[in-house]
């Protein structure tokens, strides 16, 4: 993630234990560990990212998200992170509730995938969009749910989850300053810290 996501740590209880689901290289594990003393561990299930992990001193498992997280009781975590994760798997809303089971918050992150330059990308080359965000082609993408801030909200809603906080990130003109007007067309990442 290029945002600055400093904000996550205030939302984080020094000293608590934390699980990150999809932990990439361990960084944001290692900044919570040496910044609010947390106890955590990370899932992650590609063999490099599992070695910067390791590199950094991070506890990782190697685990399948897919597979779900049933090996977890409940409440075993204060907060459960999942960044940049949910779109690339099978059935986000499933591991979305394994989540605030075995955690009594959680914090997502994902891609708005309908932000404007997303949108005017597919509408003027008629091509999938390929940017600094989303930077795959279509045919090696590890997004295979493509949806958006309203999306999201509305899922929220239908599975009776509360939204404590929410971030919309972004860069650049004009999205800074209309992010707050139309969150859905100017938000590049969004970030929801939630509980049941």
């Excluded at 991070?58 to 949910?86: C, P, R, W, Y």
Aim: one cysteine or more.
């Amino acid at each position: 993630m290029n945002h600055n996501i400093d904000f996550i740590e205030q939302w984080i209880e020094p000293g608590s234990r934390v699980l990150d689901v999809g932990c990439g290289d361990g960084t944001l594990l290692a900044s919570l560990r040496d910044q609010r003393k947390v106890l955590g561990y990370g899932l992650e299930i590609d063999p490099k990212s599992i070695g910067s992990c390791l590199e950094k001193g991070v506890n990782v498992i190697e685990h399948d998200l897919n597979k779900g997280l049933k090996n977890f009781a409940d409440q075993s975590f204060d907060t459960v992170l999942m960044t940049h994760t949910l779109q690339a798997l099978r059935y986000p809303h499933l591991v979305l509730d394994e989540i605030l089971r075995i955690g009594g918050k959680g914090i997502v992150t994902f891609p708005n995938f309908g932000n404007w330059r997303t949108r005017a990308y597919l509408s003027l080359r008629g091509r999938m969009p390929v940017t600094k965000q989303l930077a795959y082609q279509w045919y090696d993408t590890p997004n295979i749910h493509f949806f958006t801030y309203a999306d999201f909200e509305a899922l929220c809603k239908e599975r009776t989850i509360n939204i404590l906080h929410r971030q919309f990130l972004t860069h650049g003109f004009p999205d800074r300053l209309l992010k707050s007007v139309w969150p859905n067309l100017f938000t590049e990442t969004a970030v929801y810290h939630l509980s049941r």
